[in-house]
């Protein structure tokens, strides 16, 4: 399958802002804000959102198996856009704990820098959740672009083939 090149899969711990669209078999879009995504050794990427904030997106990916991932850093405004169409949805596991923690640790530091929203409640609102109790989807990559403000906003992003 194909994947991310290194260079944006490396990345992927430095873009914590996250939001996570489907749409239902209506063709009804719907989106939600993801908290935590890293790639997996195969490839594909794994996406921890939590269901009771999101249910509708959660749903609509059950039924269509089609996501798209916006990945951002407030700092830089380094975008990455990523599309899947074998997107599965299952229980997040304990072991996704450090992730979760770790994002937000990277979200709140960006947010401070930039906005001055150090300590912000709205996050412990946002990451007050334990994994286990988040929904783990996890998709191959089907297109990805860099959407990053600038001359090279919208192009896509060559995948490397399967290793």
């Given at each position: 399958m194909?994947?991310?090149?290194?260079?944006?899969?490396?990345?992927?711990?430095?873009?914590p802002?996250?939001r996570?669209g489907?749409?239902?078999?209506?063709?009804?879009?719907?989106?939600g804000?993801?908290?935590?995504?890293?790639?997996?050794?195969d490839?594909?990427l794994?996406?921890l959102?939590?269901?009771c904030?999101?249910p509708?997106v959660?749903a609509?990916?059950?039924?269509?198996a089609?996501v798209a991932?916006?990945?951002?850093s407030p700092?830089s405004n380094?975008?990455?856009?990523?599309?899947g169409?074998?997107a599965r949805?299952?229980?997040a596991?304990r072991?996704?704990?450090?992730?979760?923690?770790?994002?937000?640790?990277?979200l709140?530091?960006?947010?401070?820098d930039?906005?001055?929203?150090?300590?912000?409640?709205?996050?412990?609102?946002w990451?007050?959740?334990?994994?286990?109790?988040?929904?783990?989807?996890?998709?191959?990559?089907a297109?990805?672009?860099?959407?990053?403000?600038?001359p090279?906003?919208?192009?896509?992003?060559a995948?490397?083939?399967?290793?």
């Open positions: 194909p994947r991310l090149p290194a260079e944006w899969s490396l990345s992927l711990s430095a873009l802002s996250l996570l489907s749409c239902d078999l209506d063709g009804n879009p719907h989106v804000r993801a908290l935590a995504v890293d790639a997996l050794p490839g594909r794994l996406v959102i939590a269901e904030a999101a509708r959660v609509a990916v059950r039924e269509t089609q991932l916006l990945a951002t700092r380094r975008t990455l856009h990523v599309k169409h074998d949805v299952a229980p596991q072991s996704h704990d450090a992730l979760l923690m770790l994002r937000r640790d990277t709140a530091r960006e947010l401070a930039v906005d001055g929203f150090a300590g912000a409640p709205f996050l412990d609102h990451y007050g959740i334990a994994a286990h109790a988040m929904t783990a989807i996890t998709f191959s990559v297109g990805a672009w860099n959407q990053t403000p600038g090279d906003a919208g192009q896509a992003i995948l490397e083939p399967d290793a």
